[in-house]
């Protein structure tokens, strides 16, 4: 019982996760001082022995070593996966265990604090003057202009006030980690199951099949090329049509940054080049990965976390007002304190309404 | 280069000149002084730096976010954006003359290092043709600003340690902390959105999300490191010098990426699409 408790609050620790976060980076910084081999060159016996023997002029008889060790493709080897792997498991665990105390401190209303609270509070005021039904509606009336949601309890003696706003932003952090392991989840995912056809070359006029099982075929119609007056390329494009069942079902120009979508499969232009037996081909690149959409909407759900975590922090305060009028406030704030130090010398209007 | 645009550069370069030795004077207690205009000549040249960058683009018919010259430009705009608009949350001057100078070398690299003929505006090529060239390049400018400001500021904590003398002068060690703390929030927001759009832009453009790029991996190299600022944030003992000394190397990193990365890319023998 021992062992998995320590283990679990190791996982799910910040000390491990900077560790973690060292060690990815390291990774990456290691991936980037070796030449990396294309996986389709390592598949290929007769390709991986050119590879390497290219290597050998630079690395000489370290190069087996370097490629026994996984460094020519660091980001697949154990270097990279393990940090990576580890990372994903403790921001999951992280996240997950900060559910319920997240929900809890979303859903606390405490409005009696006790006197020492405002002791010791981290943020403390004192303000004086009038009578008490007035000190609660001047500060009421402030807190809700300053979009506080305000809760009263009034005792004979002592009228307590708790006061909070931005509380569902400490959904921001638990967005993060989430979206943070739903974005990596998607990258690994789609990294088994998308495919890419690197060279695709169409012969003008000549239907051929994408391949990877796909249904459909493509044609390309021709290519045209518009240059600047300093002879750059400008634009240049294709039509394309797609044939499914051997009859034309779509028609598109195909530009750069405007691949032809259909069926998941995305068509892109690279470019032109004369053909081997005269005339012309185009070349295309073929690629389908279905983790885009996901991946996309995971980096959306971080970006909104972090909005919601770095420009909402969830502050609260409380206020006792004593039967003379004397208003003790406190706050506290999950994040910036100072910054809730600030909102609480202002929160009183100045000139002093009641004196 | 256009007249209009290269006299608005030099009059951007002496402005921001005059504003270091403007900031330092403050830093001096000289506020009768010229001390007195630091701000107000750090927005001139701001001004004067934004004017040239319209210019060049309403001439060149595209947004000026192309190649080294134009993004050092754009750099240097978002260090003085991101600065003159924390200032005011400051309620001090003093954090200027660490962190003007920054712009000042990225501006003297721009004027100075990069060769005139590398200055002149080039028609877009076809693969920039996207609206997220755009938004990919304004907020990595904006993201880069807010770093160098995270850096500046933590030089003024670790020399605020370290020199006696300017205590009193600058804010104390966990008002800084506070301060660098939001640059490298809105740097490391922006970080994210940059990453985002250039995943989007290159599904679009090459095919997939994400290429194994240098640059794909400096950025999350970068953006790790900064992962580990605000995680080491939490922890004990990392307030103060511990933090300053992360911002500070991930804006190393920050500035790496863009001028040092095709060196190494050069060295190891790496393949980029996206190295200049």
């Known amino acids: 019982m021992r062992i998995p408790t320590t283990l679990w609050n190791w996982l799910t620790s910040i000390r491990l996760a900077v560790i973690l976060l060292i060690a990815f980076g390291l990774a990456l910084f290691l991936g980037l001082l070796f030449p990396s081999m294309a996986p389709e060159v390592a598949a290929n016996a007769v390709e991986r022995g050119h590879w390497l023997a290219t290597a050998r002029a630079r690395y000489g008889p370290l190069t087996n070593a370097l490629f026994t060790l996984g460094l020519f493709d660091v ?46 509070a981290p943020d403390r005021e004192l303000i ?9 509606n ?5 807190l809700v202009r300053r979009r506080y949601r305000v809760v009263v309890e009034e005792e004979p003696e002592i009228i307590h006030l708790y006061a909070d706003r931005y509380r569902f932003a400490r959904l921001g952090s638990l967005a993060t980690h989430a979206g943070i392991v739903l974005l990596l989840v998607a990258v690994l995912i789609g990294g088994t199951i998308s495919w890419r056809e690197q060279h695709l070359v169409l012969v003008p006029g000549q239907a051929r099949a994408v391949g990877h099982g796909v249904s459909f075929q493509v044609r390309a119609e021709g290519f045209e090329m518009d240059r600047y007056p300093n002879g750059s390329p400008r634009d240049y494009r294709s039509d394309v049509t797609v044939l499914d069942g051997g009859q034309p079902v779509l028609r598109r120009t195909v530009r750069p940054n405007e691949p032809l979508q259909y069926g998941g499969v995305n ?5 032109a080049e004369p053909g081997p037996r005269g005339g012309y081909q185009v070349i295309f690149s073929a690629a389908h990965d279905p983790s885009f959409g996901p991946a996309v909407a995971a980096a959306v759900l971080v970006l909104l976390g972090l909005v919601l975590s770095f420009y909402f922090p969830h502050q609260r305060v409380w206020a006792r007002i004593e039967p003379d009028g004397t208003i003790r406030l406190a706050g506290k704030s999950n994040r910036n304190r100072i910054d809730l130090g600030e909102e609480l010398k202002n929160l009183w209007p100045s000139p002093n309404p009641i004196l | 280069m256009a007249i209009a645009e290269s006299n608005l550069i030099t009059l951007t370069y002496i402005f921001l000149t005059a504003a270091v030795a403007s900031y330092s004077l403050r830093l001096e207690g000289r506020v009768e002084t010229l001390g007195r205009w630091a701000t107000w000549i750090a927005r001139v ?85 996207s609206p997220w060239l755009q938004i990919h390049v304004s907020a990595s400018a904006v993201a880069y600003g807010a770093f160098a400001v995270a850096a500046g500021l933590g030089v003024m904590l670790l020399a605020s340690e370290v020199l006696p003398g300017l205590a009193g002068r600058v804010p104390s060690s966990a008002q800084i902390d506070r301060f660098m703390w939001r640059a490298v929030a809105l740097g490391f927001f ?11 832009w290159a599904q679009y453009a090459w095919g997939s999300y994400w290429n ?12 790790t490191l900064y992962l580990v600022y605000f995680h080491g944030r939490a922890l004990r003992g990392w307030r103060g010098h511990r ?34």
């Open chain 1, 75 to 120: 980001y697949h080897s154990a270097w990279f996966r393990v940090p990576l792997v580890l990372l994903i498991l403790s921001t999951a665990a992280a996240a997950f265990n900060r559910v319920r105390p997240t929900w809890r401190a979303i859903n606390l209303t405490q409005v009696w604090m006790p006197d020492s609270f405002f002791d010791r």
């Open chain 1, 128 to 136: 004086r003057g009038g009578s008490r039904a007035q000190a609660l």
């Open chain 1, 138 to 142: 001047v500060l009421r009336a402030s």
């Open chain 1, 267 to 271: 068509l892109y232009l690279l470019h």
């Open chain 2, 45 to 129: 040249a701001l001004a004067a730096l934004t004017a040239a960058l319209v210019i060049r683009g309403v001439e060149a018919g595209h947004v000026p976010f192309v190649g080294p010259y134009e993004f050092s430009l754009l750099f240097m705009w978002g260090i003085l954006a991101v600065y003159l608009w924390m200032e005011r949350g400051f309620g001090t001057q003093a954090a200027g003359l660490f962190i003007l100078p920054i712009a000042f070398a990225i501006g003297t690299y721009a004027v100075a290092v990069i060769p005139d003929a590398a200055k002149t505006s080039q028609p877009l090529s076809p693969a920039l043709q």
């Open chain 2, 190 to 200: 922006l970080l994210s959105s940059v990453q985002l759009t250039g995943a989007i």
């Open chain 2, 212 to 223: 194994w790029d240098p640059k794909e991996i400096w950025a999350l190299l970068t953006w």
């Open chain 2, 243 to 276: 933090l300053a000394v992360l911002a500070i190397v991930g804006f190393g990193l920050v500035v790496f990426g863009f001028y040092g990365l095709g060196q190494l890319v050069r060295l190891v023998g790496l393949e980029s699409m996206h190295v200049y």
